[in-house]
């Protein structure tokens, strides 16, 4: 039986602002945090100063390119959908 292995978490955030047609542009990240703390942290510190944050993390197989479905830590404001 194979041994049971803990895949990593990708955790990361990110922030927003407008551009001139209003549409939502990413102008801070994606950011990879060592932490799901931090990167509430993080995204809370971000939140004065663009249109809108998000933290989010998900279980990460990166050299097999595999993900699981993103888990939202933390949002305010404008944010895209998660695709």
Same mark, same amino acid.
């Given at each position: 039986?194979?041994?049971?292995? $803990?895949?990593? $978490?990708?955790?990361?955030?990110?922030?927003f602002d407008r551009d001139e047609e209003g549409e939502l542009?990413?102008?801070?990240? +994606?950011?990879?945090?060592?932490?799901e703390e931090r990167a509430i942290r993080i995204? $809370?510190?971000?939140?004065? $100063?663009?249109?809108?944050?998000?933290?989010?993390?998900?279980?990460?197989?990166?050299?097999?390119?595999?993900?699981?479905? +993103?888990?939202?830590?933390?949002?305010?404001?404008?944010? +895209?959908?998660?695709?």
């Amino acid at each position: 039986m194979a041994e049971q292995t $803990k895949l990593p $978490k990708l955790i990361v955030v990110m922030a927003f602002d407008r551009d001139e047609e209003g549409e939502l542009q990413t102008v801070f990240g +994606p950011a990879d945090q060592q932490s799901e703390e931090r990167a509430i942290r993080i995204a $809370k510190g971000l939140v004065e $100063k663009h249109a809108g944050v998000i933290a989010w993390s998900r279980v990460a197989d990166v050299a097999l390119g595999e993900y699981g479905e +993103p888990t939202v830590l933390y949002t305010a404001g404008a944010v +895209p959908d998660m695709e």
